[in-house]
């Protein structure tokens, strides 16, 4: 089996435990329960735990991707308010949520990093896999998120770094833990603490200055896929300690519409770089709401 994934391009079954979650399947009873459970968790918190989706030697599989691709990740230590804003807004007052600044020292494996036939990408681009989130998130159907850089990557933890409170630009992500801190590292969230209609920017600066109210801590383990609203549920990952082991986290992006790429300041800061598709994309890019970031 490691074999299989190491040598040949791995199929879904060498990658998800189809017994227990035969996404294969789309009428099977197993597989409209672990739906059913993960629409509850995102109707309700905006978050959806698979647990042990993901074999675990496809697990190591994974890892060992990352291990061998972590030279490319870049790294880039920022002080960011939760909209990856780095400069202060005068139009706000100074001790605004707006004009809060944390530290976030984490580093991104981009999607060209990986080629089509690994472990890491088949797993992306199974077609069940898009159709299992979509349903778990209530929507007709789900597309890879066409960017080059921001589609498919993995966020690194080194020992000493945090991913501060922040928004996602997307609506939702999709998470495979792949290794885990000893100590920390711990994803954190505030369940629909704004909405397209309301900033709610003092529950925010609460959050930022260290209160606990509304804050969830989620169990995740090496082989659960996470499902999450990030768009409006504050979150972060918490400071991994210098003395434990670095966190590895796939990210898959996927979109309701197909096409989508990312914007170009953001592209710059999350990967240093922007590919000729950002830019053009640019030109053409219509906004959906009318929030900060
Ligand atoms: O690493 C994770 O679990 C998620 C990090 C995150 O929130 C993000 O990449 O936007
Ligand atoms: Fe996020």
């Known amino acids: 089996m490691t074999d299989t994934v190491r040598d040949q391009a791995a199929t879904l079954a060498d990658l998800v435990d189809l017994e227990a979650y035969p996404l294969d399947q789309p009428e099977h009873p197993r597989r409209a329960e672990a739906v059913a459970q993960a629409q509850d968790g995102l109707r309700t918190v905006g978050c959806a735990v698979i647990k042990d989706l993901i074999r675990p030697e496809a697990v190591a599989a994974l890892d060992r991707e990352i291990v061998e691709r972590k ?3 870049h790294y880039s230590t920022q002080v960011i308010n939760p909209y990856f804003h780095v400069d202060p807004n005068p ?7 707006v ?7 984490s580093g991104f494996i981009p ?5 089509a036939s690994s472990a890491t990408d088949v797993l992306f681009r199974a077609p069940e896999m898009a159709s299992f989130i979509a349903e778990c998130l209530e929507i007709p159907e789900l597309h890879c998120y066409a960017d080059p850089l921001a ?3 993995a966020n690194i933890l080194d020992p000493g770094q945090q991913f501060t409170w922040h928004f996602d630009t997307n609506d939702f992500a999709v998470t495979v833990l792949v290794a885990e801190a000893d100590e920390g590292g711990l994803f954190e969230y505030v369940p629909g603490i704004r909405s397209a209609e309301d900033e709610g920017f003092d529950a925010i ?3 930022l200055d260290g209160g606990r109210a509304g804050v969830h801590t989620l169990e995740l383990r090496p082989g659960d896929l996470q499902i999450f609203r990030g768009r409006y549920s504050l979150h972060r990952v918490s400071r991994v300690p210098s003395h434990s082991r670095a966190r590895h986290a796939a990210i898959f992006a996927y979109t309701r519409e197909p096409g989508v790429i990312g914007r170009v300041e953001r592209t710059r800061q999350l990967f240093g770089r922007v590919l000729p598709e950002h830019l053009a ?5 219509v906004r959906s709401d009318e929030l900060l970031d």
Do not use: I, M
Not at 281 to 285: G, I
């Open 281 to 285: 994309a640019e030109e053409a890019r």
């Open 91 to 97: 139009e706000y007052p100074d001790d605004h949520a």
């Open 111 to 115: 999607g060209d990093s990986w080629e």
């Open 71 to 73: 030279h490319t990740t």
């Open 205 to 207: 600066k609460a959050v």
């Open 99 to 105: 004009n809060t600044f944390l530290e976030r020292s």
């Open 151 to 153: 589609g498919l990557t």
